[in-house]
């Protein structure tokens, strides 16, 4: 023991003085340099005329002897500096594309000159079947190339997802048509400006509740706020708050297409929000009310490949605007219906298709934005673009095919008429 520890002292003594040796010699090997780089710039001087510690005539000092004059070679002015990475420029946070500017916060994009929230509302959107190939085929930003600068203009930006979003699950039997598409596909969907989608429709379940669980967590993931769904019926009617330009706006998600009774969200099943009844439809509106600004809802609703409203749709939207709502946005139809103004309040039978394989007839190809300007309180005014889809990409309008589509939206409208600019107005108190 006492060997070992005198070896041991021996040798750390061994290794302080080879370390000392070494910054000495170190040391003196600075000095060195330093002395012959004084000489060489005293003796630069005096050939110049100038003066010891004259800083004017020092080039190294100055920065003012450029590469051409010292002989080295220069380099080209396009190549930037390499710099090792760090935690500053590395911050993913400060890099991903979230609406918000580095080191921002929501905050920092209201407008105080502005006391309106912008909504930009458009119909089914379905990220699968041909939709994906397509997306496959020319970029995952392929649909929303012709929009996406409309669409990020607005405040909030809101549609309906026409698709379970997973690999998991059994599809449903006895369905004609079942979808499913990859959590991929919400990258563009986000990058295109949505805020909100509303799940409550009649394929979000098309691979169960499996699917529609993991519909949820990859909206989660993806930084797009949602309702309509739950793990139970507090949960589906329960409404998502999106905030814009410092107002609150509540979104909630209805259908009135169910396929199967399972479907529906209980007080112990989970599903979808339905609203066959408009009870707990009512009740949600008038939570929503107490907590926003504005109150959306968004509904699943309607016939096929009809240009008009049935009772039903009329009905639940009245009863949803004398509860509260603003604004009721409809879809499912798979064409565009008309508008009607109600209490000083608004409906959009149905946005129609706006990402979607194609259908029959022509008319499921005319889509368009609905952008509501709304003040706090809910007083919101209409204007609609319109668009035509080709490829499932849809694209503004030629002028004239524009305004033909305009008018007979008007035609089709109730207590409302479509200007040749888009702008709804009311045509009675």
Same mark, same amino acid.
């Given at each position: 023991?006492?060997?070992?520890?005198?070896?041991?002292?021996?040798?750390?003594?061994?290794?302080?003085?080879?370390?000392?040796?070494?910054?000495?010699?170190?040391?003196?090997?600075? /000095?060195?340099?330093?002395?012959?780089?004084?000489?060489?710039?005293? /003796? !630069?001087?005096? #050939?110049? !005329? !100038?003066?010891?510690?004259?800083?004017?005539?020092?080039?190294?000092?100055?920065?003012?002897?450029?590469?051409?004059? $010292?002989?080295?070679?220069?380099?080209?002015?396009?190549?930037?500096?390499?710099?090792?990475?760090?935690?500053?420029?590395? +911050?993913? #946070?400060?890099?991903?594309?979230?609406?918000?500017?580095?080191?921002?916060?929501? %905050? +920092?994009?209201?407008?105080?000159?502005? #006391?309106?929230?912008?909504?930009?509302?458009?119909?089914?959107?379905?990220?699968?079947?041909?939709?994906?190939?397509?997306?496959?085929?020319?970029?995952?930003?392929?649909?929303?190339?012709?929009?996406?600068?409309?669409?990020?203009?607005?405040?909030?930006?809101?549609?309906?997802?026409?698709? &379970?979003?997973?690999?998991?699950?059994?599809?449903?039997?006895?369905?004609?048509?079942?979808?499913?598409?990859?959590? %991929?596909?919400?990258?563009?969907?986000?990058?295109?400006?949505?805020?909100?989608?509303?799940?409550?429709?009649?394929?979000?379940?098309?691979?169960?509740?499996?699917?529609?669980?993991?519909?949820?967590?990859?909206?989660?993931?993806?930084?797009?706020?949602?309702?309509? $769904?739950?793990?139970?019926?507090?949960?589906?009617?329960?409404?998502?708050?999106?905030?814009?330009?410092?107002?609150?706006?509540?979104?909630?998600?209805?259908?009135?297409?169910?396929?199967?009774?399972?479907?529906?969200?209980?007080?112990?099943?989970?599903?979808?929000? %339905?609203?066959?009844?408009?009870?707990? &439809?009512?009740?949600?509106?008038?939570?929503?009310?107490?907590?926003?600004?504005?109150?959306?809802?968004?509904?699943?609703?309607?016939?096929?490949?009809?240009?008009?409203?049935?009772?039903?749709?009329?009905?639940?939207?009245?009863? /949803?605007?004398? &509860?509260?709502?603003?604004?009721?946005?409809?879809?499912?139809?798979?064409? /565009?219906?008309?508008?009607?103004?109600?209490?000083?309040?608004?409906?959009?039978?149905?946005?129609?298709?706006?990402?979607?394989?194609?259908?029959?007839?022509?008319?499921?190809?005319?889509?368009?934005?609905?952008?509501?300007?709304?003040? $706090?309180?809910?007083?919101?005014?209409?204007?609609?673009?319109?668009?035509?889809?080709?490829?499932?990409?849809?694209?503004?309008?030629?002028?004239?095919?524009?305004? &033909?589509?305009?008018?007979?939206?008007?035609?089709?409208?109730?207590?409302?008429?479509?200007?040749?600019? !888009?702008?709804?107005?009311?045509?009675?108190?």
């Amino acid at each position: 023991m006492t060997y070992s520890r005198t070896r041991t002292h021996d040798k750390k003594k061994q290794q302080r003085g080879k370390r000392t040796r070494r910054l000495f010699l170190l040391n003196l090997a600075m /000095l060195i340099c330093i002395a012959v780089a004084a000489a060489f710039i005293w /003796l !630069g001087q005096k #050939d110049d !005329g !100038g003066k010891p510690g004259n800083g004017a005539a020092d080039p190294i000092g100055s920065g003012s002897q450029t590469a051409e004059a $010292s002989g080295q070679p220069t380099k080209d002015a396009g190549e930037p500096d390499k710099a090792e990475p760090s935690d500053e420029t590395e +911050d993913e #946070d400060a890099v991903v594309n979230d609406g918000v500017p580095p080191g921002g916060d929501e %905050e +920092d994009q209201t407008d105080p000159n502005r #006391d309106t929230v912008t909504i930009a509302l458009v119909g089914d959107i379905l990220p699968a079947a041909r939709v994906l190939d397509y997306m496959n085929q020319y970029g995952f930003d392929y649909p929303f190339r012709e929009t996406s600068t409309l669409l990020a203009s607005a405040d909030i930006t809101a549609g309906n997802l026409e698709t &379970a979003i997973t690999k998991r699950g059994t599809p449903e039997l006895n369905k004609e048509y079942v979808y499913r598409g990859p959590q %991929e596909a919400l990258v563009p969907i986000k990058e295109a400006g949505f805020d909100f989608l509303s799940i409550a429709n009649n394929h979000t379940m098309d691979y169960g509740w499996e699917g529609l669980s993991d519909t949820m967590d990859a909206l989660d993931e993806a930084g797009i706020s949602h309702a309509g $769904s739950g793990n139970d019926d507090v949960e589906a009617f329960t409404p998502a708050y999106v905030e814009g330009n410092g107002k609150n706006v509540a979104f909630i998600g209805l259908t009135q297409v169910v396929p199967k009774v399972e479907w529906k969200a209980d007080r112990n099943h989970p599903g979808l929000a %339905e609203a066959y009844s408009f009870g707990r &439809a009512v009740a949600a509106v008038k939570e929503a009310r107490g907590n926003a600004d504005v109150v959306v809802v968004m509904v699943h609703w309607g016939k096929e490949r009809e240009d008009m409203p049935v009772k039903q749709q009329q009905a639940l939207a009245y009863a /949803l605007i004398d &509860a509260g709502a603003d604004l009721v946005v409809g879809s499912h139809p798979h064409v /565009l219906q008309g508008f009607e103004a109600y209490k000083g309040k608004w409906i959009a039978y149905s946005l129609g298709n706006f990402v979607f394989p194609g259908m029959t007839p022509a008319t499921t190809a005319e889509t368009g934005v609905l952008t509501a300007t709304c003040k $706090s309180g809910g007083e919101c005014s209409l204007q609609f673009a319109p668009m035509i889809a080709k490829l499932a990409q849809p694209k503004p309008m030629e002028a004239e095919t524009g305004k &033909a589509l305009l008018a007979r939206l008007s035609s089709i409208s109730f207590a409302a008429a479509v200007e040749e600019d !888009g702008k709804i107005v009311a045509t009675r108190p």
